[in-house]
């Protein structure tokens, strides 16, 4: 069966400092990646997703950079956080373009001061 | 601009109520809605659909899909102090298997 695996769970950082978060997938193969972004009391934000190693395509404009240097690995990075980057973050994964079903990970709640 | 909206944004019910959840959406290339169940991390998926009018059900929880109203309902029958979730819409559109979120409604089952 297949399990998303994201951390750290809980992260508490200075503004300025870098950010690295990671997500990783077991079970499947080339599975598309996606990282969310939800603020408190809105909905879920797409921020990044993948199709492939290496391949990265981005939603909205933003302090934040994804990469994905092997096939079930995804990372979201920063490498100065701002206050506004306070938020949760989960990682997805979905089987291809034909499965419409995204699962999501344990998520993580960076919080920056 | 695409966009999902729900309502109600949240709601309080006793244990023994039957709740019904909305979610409208103006989504470009519509393929498909899904309802997800949040607690207190990651979603949990519930229902997708594609096809107008044809029912969901797992258990006490249905919902239904009608694309001439662009709009799906999620439908929970004698709630349990368990049920109490944000539950979020998610519709995926264009050519890339992305999902836009609405905001979630919060429901509280009061015992």
């Known amino acids: 069966s297949q399990t998303i695996h994201q951390w750290p769970a809980t992260l508490v950082q200075p503004v300025g400092s870098p950010l690295s978060l990671e997500c990783t997938v077991e079970?499947?193969?080339?599975?598309?990646l996606y990282w969310y972004r939800q603020a408190a009391g809105r909905g879920l934000q797409l921020l990044f997703y993948s199709v492939g190693i290496g391949q990265i395509s981005s939603e909205v404009p933003q302090n934040l950079s994804a990469s994905r240097p092997q096939d079930r690995q995804f990372i979201l990075s920063s490498k100065k956080l701002l206050l506004s980057d306070s938020s949760f973050y989960l990682c997805a994964w979905s089987a291809g373009l034909a499965s419409d079903t995204q699962y999501f990970g344990p998520g993580t709640r960076l919080t920056v001061l | 601009e695409d966009k999902v909206v729900q309502s109600p944004l949240s709601l309080v019910v006793h244990e023994g109520d039957t709740v019904t959840l909305n979610c409208s959406y103006e989504?470009?290339?519509?393929?498909?809605l899904l309802w997800y169940k949040q607690e207190k991390k990651a979603p949990t998926f519930l229902f997708m659909l594609t096809s107008s009018g044809i029912e969901k059900k797992s258990g006490r929880l249905s919902s239904i899909l009608d694309k001439k109203e662009l709009s799906s309902i999620l439908n929970i029958t004698a709630t349990q102090t368990g049920d109490s979730a944000i539950y979020l819409c998610?519709?995926?559109?264009?050519?890339?298997?992305?999902?836009?979120f609405g905001t979630g409604t919060l429901l509280a089952v009061q015992p």
């Open positions: 079970g499947t193969s080339n599975p598309n």
């Open positions: 998610a519709v995926e559109g264009g050519a890339t298997n992305k999902l836009i």
């Open positions: 989504v470009t290339n519509f393929r498909s």
